[in-house]
């Protein structure tokens, strides 16, 4: 190349300068020159579709096909992009005898270019894929959107007739039941724990009541074990312990519904999160504080597993404690249903908090199997997930709708995973605003 620009490009009548935005020539132009970009940067591109074809940076040719081909119309616009110096041969400069030498000269340069040429088009056409592909994600999610929206509304009706429904119930049960002491402390222990001893622990307790009360089946001490309350129940005359377990199955079922209804509402404010962003925000928001509300309203899943805050001092931001709150909502009940059942190691989820430049960074881990490698890129797009049949209720929306309160607060969220465990880190600004 720097051959070739003394050869034939040291002329200084033939300079062109350009400041950014000028144009060199625009598609469709008459160009009978060809040009050297001394310094600077400018691209080509289709002005009708707006497709950027290339750009030339300093050492490059530029209107290589106009001048070498018969065709003297340019094929795209040339703007500079920033202050450029281009000096330029004509082809008026050159007879006919001088072609060959021209040719020969400037042959492995034709060469070069339109390689180079090729794989910049080449890579425009891979972002222009990307692009289509996340404007088909977004519309994608504005359907989801509207559609959630819609069923939120439907669902919210029935669910507050149940809601209302269940309360009643309840009340009438406890007013209308005639029971002594001990089956009301039973009753009440249903309804307010549920059915917290998992099925291995009932095992366990069960085999040691069989010593105590060998006249008791296998399956009635289990039932028994399951209440929290199995030796208390198996001291009982076999009707009295029968009644009492019963009374307290009744409190644990009208318990699951609560828990149901609970369920239910979290679901469809988290469908409409997914279509509003009308949400009312403000300065202070303590992320501390949300997170330790999110592990409130998640005390029943979480009695399984042993939970470890480690919540450092860090800034309030401008933020709504609720949308907070659901977003750690959603990551812990998900470690905690990614723990369930494990035998062979302990159930740990970990939260810590810190302020490292300036955002707030909160990491939450679990000691889970982990996310398969096959999705673990895809696992905050809608309908992924990582739950099993019949394990809980799962639409696949959950980390979708987090990830995009995340982005709404100009924040990030990211996810590391192995077969020892799961990180979800969510950093988001101090001065965040929606």
């Not at 082809?91 to 040719?103: I, M, R, T, V």
């Not at 059942?341 to 955002?359: H, M, N, R, W």
């Not at 939450?364 to 992924?384: A, L, M, Y």
Request: glycine share 8%.
């Amino acid at each position: 190349m720097n051959g070739l620009a003394k050869k034939y490009f040291s002329k200084a009548d033939k300079i062109v300068f350009l400041q950014k935005g000028d144009y060199l020539f625009r598609k469709g132009e008459q160009n009978n020159n060809l040009y050297l970009l001394q310094s600077g940067r400018m691209k080509g591109f289709d002005p009708q579709d707006q497709g950027e074809f290339f750009e030339a940076e300093s050492g490059d040719f530029i209107g290589l096909h106009s001048f070498f081909s018969l065709v003297s119309t340019t094929r795209m616009s040339l703007i500079a992009l920033e202050d450029s110096v281009i000096p330029y041969i004509s082809k008026g400069d050159f007879s006919h005898e001088d072609a060959d030498e021209l040719n020969a000269d400037f042959m492995p340069a034709v060469i070069f270019m339109m390689l180079k040429r090729q794989e910049q088009a080449h890579q425009a056409s891979l972002r222009h894929q990307k692009i289509l592909r996340d404007m088909q994600e977004v519309e994608r999610l504005a359907s989801l959107g509207q559609l959630s929206a819609g069923v939120a509304h439907e669902l919210n009706n029935a669910i507050t007739v149940i809601s209302r429904g269940s309360d009643y119930i309840i009340q009438q049960v406890l007013d209308q039941l005639k029971c002594n002491s001990f089956e009301t402390e039973m009753i009440n222990a249903g309804l307010s724990q549920g059915r917290y001893v998992s099925s291995a622990e009932a095992r366990k307790v069960a085999r040691d009541l069989k010593k105590l009360h060998p006249s008791f089946s296998d399956a009635k001490l289990r039932d028994y074990a399951r209440t929290g309350m199995g030796e208390r129940l198996a001291s009982q005359p076999l009707e009295t312990a029968q009644r009492a377990f019963n009374l307290w199955n009744l409190g644990a079922s009208l318990y699951d519904l609560q828990l149901a209804v609970q369920q239910s509402e979290h679901v469809i404010n988290s469908m409409r999160s997914l279509a509003s962003t009308n949400v009312i925000r403000q300065a202070g928001c303590d992320i501390n504080s949300s997170i330790r509300h999110a592990v409130s309203l998640l005390s029943n899943p979480l009695k399984k597993v042993t939970l470890d805050l480690r919540l450092g001092e860090i800034p309030t931001v401008f933020g709504n404690s609720a949308e907070l709150c659901q977003i750690w909502t959603n990551i812990m009940k998900n470690a905690a249903d990614a723990m369930a059942g494990q035998l062979q190691k302990d159930s740990l989820l970990t939260v810590a908090t810190d302020a490292p430049d300036g955002y707030v960074r909160v990491r939450i881990s679990d000691t889970g199997p982990g996310i398969p490698d096959e999705i673990i890129d895809e696992i905050f797009k809608p309908h992924v997930t990582t739950k099993k049949t019949g394990q809980t209720f799962g639409l696949g929306l959950g980390l979708t709708i987090v990830h995009k309160i995340v982005k709404r607060y100009d924040g990030d969220m990211s996810v590391e995973s192995s077969p020892e465990g799961t990180t979800f880190t969510v950093t988001i600004p101090f001065g965040a605003t929606l």
